[in-house]
Nanobody, 124 residues
Framework: QVQLVESGGGSVQAGGSLRLSCGAS????????MGWFRQVPGMEREGVAV???????SYADSVTGRFTISRDNAKNTLSLQMSSLKPEDSAMYYC??????????????????WGQGTQVTVSS
């Protein structure tokens, strides 16, 4: 079965950096749209960044210029480099996979497979 496993979350001060990683198995990884989402309790899950099978990326406006998504199809891994972190970036971050032609829309409902999440906490 498909498994997505995130790592790399933690606590950091505002202005700092973190790198999230996600390992994927059980799917033809290179063919999937991959994405990072985040969720704060009581709020809807938000699409942070996605990368399609051709390597095209799309970011939420709130993270553009600060976050970078990348994938390594040889290793079946997905990464999110987060810089200039702000307290409002604090959330549970999820890795997800979708079989879709609409990757750029970053809509959670298009993603079939999800990791368990990794917590990111940014203190002021």
């Amino acid at each position: 079965q498909v498994q997505l496993v995130e790592s790399g979350g933690g606590s950091v001060q505002a202005g700092g950096s973190l790198r999230l990683s996600c390992g994927a198995s059980g799917l033809i990884y290179s063919a999937y749209c991959m994405g990072w989402f985040r969720q704060v309790p009581g709020m809807e899950r938000e699409g942070v960044a996605v990368i399609d099978s051709n390597g095209r990326t799309s970011y939420a406006d709130s993270v553009t210029g600060r976050f970078t998504i990348s994938r390594d199809n040889a290793k079946n891994t997905l990464s999110l480099q987060m810089s200039s972190l702000k307290p409002e970036d604090s959330a549970m971050y999820y890795c997800a996979a979708a079989w879709t032609n609409y990757c750029h829309e970053k809509l959670p409902q298009r993603f079939s497979y999800w990791g368990q999440g990794t917590q990111v906490t940014v203190s002021s």
